[in-house]
Nanobody
């Protein structure tokens, strides 16, 4: 079993930065890919970024490409999302998720463990 705990959310003004962290425990962290998803009020859960088991392959949603950076530290079992140049449309609850396999995916169905979520609010 994998347990995921996010942290680092908060309130920031447009153009600001936040760094989200996701601490994993249970199954060996380097054995699976990880992803970040977000859900804005009244909207569906959307893909943000994904990283493979070793951090060599990364994919981003077009809406965050060039502004967000996903990374992982397998030595301390932690996933990160550095968010720069934040916009009001980035406001959402952000979730980290553990995939069933080592390879990246944009599909929620490929992830079998989810964190509790952390709120990010960007004011204009």
């Amino acid at each position: 079993q994998v347990r995921l705990v996010e942290s680092g959310g908060g309130w920031v003004q447009t153009g600001g930065s936040l760094r989200l962290s996701c601490a994993a425990s249970g199954r060996p962290f380097s054995s699976y890919a990880m992803g970040w998803f977000r859900q804005a009020p009244g909207k569906e859960l959307d893909f943000v970024a994904t990283i493979n088991w070793i951090g060599s392959i990364i994919d981003y949603a077009d809406s965050v490409k060039g502004r967000f950076t996903i990374s992982r530290n397998n030595a301390n079992n932690t996933l990160y999302l550095q968010m720069d140049s934040l916009k009001p449309e980035d406001t959402a609850v952000y979730y980290c998720a553990a995939a069933a396999a080592r390879y990246i995916s944009r599909s929620t169905s490929d992830y079998n463990r989810w964190g509790q979520g952390t709120q990010v609010t960007v004011s204009s």
